[in-house]
């Protein structure tokens, strides 16, 4: 796992390629709902594996299926990125007036 130097280094916007690849169950349709092309989305994948210790993800025939460590990642990080998502929509709306 990463403590917390460690957390400091990480790019937060693997945790972005991350959540693609967890809703879209596959690289190249994460890649596609990201705008990146598939070898950026495994390459950040591959950076994210050395961050957290674990292959995140195990290739299937249609995809990838996540390991019990990506699932219990996504069970905190999902919420976590949902509630930043919406504090971002909100400041946008926001009007001091």
Do not use: H, I, K, Y
């Amino acid at each position: 796992g990463c403590d917390e130097a460690g957390l400091r280094r990480l790019d937060l916007n693997l945790l972005l390629v991350f959540a693609a690849v967890m809703r879209e169950r596959g690289v190249s349709r994460a890649a596609a709902r990201l705008g990146l092309g598939a070898s950026a989305v495994s390459m950040a994948l591959a950076r994210l594996r050395g961050a957290v210790g674990d292959d995140l993800f195990v290739r299937t025939g249609p995809g990838v299926q996540p390991t019990p460590r990506a699932e219990a990642l996504w069970a905190a990080l999902g919420p976590a990125l949902a509630s930043v998502r919406r504090a971002v929509r909100g400041a946008r709306g926001f009007d001091p007036a």
